[in-house]
C-alpha cells in the first residue's frame, strides 16, 4: 500500500457539463467523492492523502464559481467534521491559507482543532497553494533560519514537511501534467492517470488505482 496518496482533482466541470448541469453541481458531487476516498483510505491504511481543492490560478475562475468553491468547502467540512474525527483523521492545509475568505479560515481552524488529538489518516488540502511558490518559500525560510540551502534543508522547510514524499498521485480527467503541485515532492513519485472524471472517481477508480501501483517497479533512479 501507499503511504502517502496525492491526488489532483480534475474534471468536475466537464462531468456536469456532460449533463446539462452547471459548474458548482460537478463540485458538489466531487465533494462526494472526496468523502469517499477519505473514508477508504482510512480503512485501507493510508497514512496520509493530500488534495488539490484549489490552485492559486484557480483566482481566475469566474467570481460566482469562486465563491461556491469556498462556500462548499466551508459547508462540507462543517458536515464532516463528526463523520472525519469519529474515523480518526487529522486536517492539515497547504498553500497561502491566508488569502482565504475568513469564514473559510474560520471553519479550516475548527476542524483542525477538533481533530487534533486524533492519529489516523492525515488529511491535507492544498487552498491557493502553488508548488513553484512553495519552494520560494522554503528557501526563504532557510536562508532566514541562518541555515544552508540543501536538498535537506528544503524538503524540512516545505509545508509538507512532516509527510513522507507521495508514493502515488492520481490525477482525474486524462489529463497529463503537473499543473504546479507537489513539484518538488513528486520527484520519484508513481502518477496514474485516469479519463474518469473527479465526480465519477470512487472505490472501483480508486482501486485501479492501487493496483496500477503495486504494478509498478519502484526504483528511485537507481538502475
Ligand atoms: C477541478 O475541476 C476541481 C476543482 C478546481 C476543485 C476541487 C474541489 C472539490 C472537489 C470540492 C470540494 C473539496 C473538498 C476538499 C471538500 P474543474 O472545475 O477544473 O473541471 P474541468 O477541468 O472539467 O473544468
Request: glycine residues 8%; positive net charge.
Amino acid at each position: 500500500m501507499p503511504r502517502h496518496v496525492a491526488i489532483i482533482m480534475d474534471g468536475n466541470g466537464r462531468w456536469a457539463k456532460e449533463r446539462g448541469y452547471p459548474r458548482l453541481m460537478g463540485h458538489r458531487a466531487g465533494a462526494e467523492s472526496v468523502r469517499e476516498v477519505v473514508r477508504l483510505a482510512g480503512e485501507w491504511g493510508i497514512e496520509a492523502l493530500t488534495l488539490y481543492a484549489f490552485s492559486t490560478e484557480n483566482w481566475s475562475r469566474s467570481a460566482a464559481e469562486v465563491r461556491g468553491l469556498m462556500t462548499l468547502l466551508a459547508h462540507t467540512l462543517r458536515r464532516e467534521a463528526k463523520e472525519l474525527n469519529k474515523n480518526g483523521v487529522q486536517l492539515r492545509t497547504i498553500g497561502r491559507a491566508e488569502a482565504l475568505p475568513a469564514f473559510v479560515r474560520k471553519e479550516l481552524k475548527q476542524t483542525r482543532d477538533l481533530l487534533s488529538n486524533n492519529r489516523g489518516v492525515v488529511l491535507t488540502l492544498a487552498l491557493n497553494y502553488g508548488g513553484r511558490q512553495e519552494i520560494v518559500d522554503a528557501v526563504q525560510s532557510a536562508l532566514h533560519a541562518g541555515e544552508p540551502v540543501t536538498e535537506e534543508t528544503i524538503s524540512r522547510h516545505l509545508q509538507t514537511a512532516p509527510l513522507p514524499d507521495p508514493d502515488l498521485m492520481i490525477r482525474t480527467s486524462g489529463e497529463f501534467r503537473l499543473s504546479n503541485f507537489l513539484l518538488w515532492q513528486a520527484a520519484y513519485t508513481e502518477i496514474h492517470v485516469t479519463s474518469t472524471n473527479w465526480p465519477d472517481f470512487r472505490r472501483e477508480q480508486f482501486l485501479s488505482a492501487l493496483l496500477d501501483y503495486q504494478r509498478r517497479e519502484r526504483r528511485f533512479g537507481r538502475a
